[in-house]
């Protein structure tokens, strides 16, 4: 089928991301927006707009049908929820295949069986994926033993989690209970799924994805790239390819990635997330999101892709337009994620009126933004504000674009991780490259400077 009408059911800068897309391709592209979004850029440069609900997500953007029925007023023929919000929900995409509608993402059983991480794995092992030593918790009288087995430190892992929540690292067995009795209610109460399971914890590790884009009959990758740089397991930068890799374990990540893919049978954008041990010098599977995500403006530089454009395209039933030997990588990439937080107060959000927004251009920039002058930054929904992304002939000449394009970044009336990500890259460590999961903590306990006067505008 041709795809006419798109209904986008998100906000911020992904919503805008997919909008240009749509324009480009010649569809219209019609916004799912909150009250609080109404009068938003999206909103401004949408084809149309159809309200969800209050400002709260889970009665608007959270709200299958409210979706639906936005969806079925516009007369769309298909619906994008970009990254995040229901982009991994069954209901959604069971939803949308009753109404009629096609759902830009993979299809519900794929949804089934990588939203559920013990399934996940169970899916990676089938396929011939290294997996993370571990098992579920079947009751808290087991975890002793389980742990014994797996051996400390550990982690204690949400099965519907992601970003962070619900996952808790152990270093000491007497606290075993109390941190698995913790990890469940996050979990319950941030995905309504109690269940947690336990992990081997690798101290010296780094997490290193692969895209992965597929028909449902065809999969190819579309490279590395490293994610490494993370507070409390939420990204802040990210790279592509990914630097310092030894040539044969990156093309091993590269089948593993493919083998479960095709596994699968995979139909849009995927990401196969790993945990390469530094020490041990092998990799293993983490988890694999069935979206396209924040990062994926870093891969678009390096293959000359439109990620949203192959979602599309792929959702309208079209075979792949390319096969594995067609993808080529150019360069590196880097993307920072510009945040409304204030980094020297543990990064504690920042919501307000932004009253300045100048942003950088020249050659291998880009920015993935929703701001301008006047523009609220709401309390309800992620911080994210932009997204800043340089492309150089290599990883060096990629640096130092970075550099100057954070220079030339001004967001007033609200503070911003900004300067954070200027300290990160003037990083000694940093700019050689490999940094592991644990860099971002002792980055932190080094150079956020300590305030006592009020909070900074980045």
Known sequence: MIIRRVLI??????????????????IEAVLASSDADLHSVPALLADRVVRLGPAAPSASYLNVDAVIAAARAAGADAIHPGYGFLSENQR???????????FIGPTEAQLAAVGDKLEARRHAVAAGLPVVPGGPLQDAADAPRLATEIGFPLLVKAVGGGGGRGMKQVHDPA????????????????????????????????????????????????????????????????????????PALREEMHRAAVALGKHLEYRGLGTVEFLVDIERGTFYFLEMNARIQVEHPVTEAITGLDLVAEQIAVAEG???????????????????????????????????TVTEAVFPLGEGIRIDTHLQAGVQVPP???????KLIVHGRDRQEALARMRTALARCTIGGVSTTVPMHQ??????EFA?????????????QQHTPVTTGGAGHG
């Open 9 to 26: 059911a998100n906000r911020g800068e992904i919503a805008l991301r997919v909008l240009r897309t749509c324009r480009r391709l010649g």
């Open 92 to 102: 959604l995409a069971r939803a949308c295949a009753e109404a009629g509608i096609v």
């Open 175 to 246: 606290a075993l209970t109390a941190t698995i009795d913790l990890a469940m209610a996050e979990a319950a109460a941030a995905f309504g799924d109690p269940r947690v399971y336990l992990e081997r914890f690798v101290a010296s590790g780094r997490h290193v994805e692969v895209q992965l884009l597929g028909d449902g009959q065809n999969v190819v990758h579309l490279g590395t790239r490293d994610c490494s740089v993370q507070r409390r397991y939420q990204k802040l930068v990210e790279e592509a390819p990914a630097p310092l890799l030894d």
């Open 318 to 352: 079209r075979p792949l337009s390319f096969g594995q030997t067609d993808v080529s990588f150019t360069g590196h990439a880097f993307e920072c994620r510009l945040n409304a937080e204030d980094w020297t107060r543990d990064f504690q959000p920042s919501p307000g």
């Open 380 to 386: 309800y929904y992620d911080s994210l504000l932009a």
């Open 423 to 428: 300290a990160v890259m003037d990083d000694i």
């Open 432 to 444: 050689e490259g490999g940094v592991d999961t644990a860099w971002c903590t002792r980055f932190l």
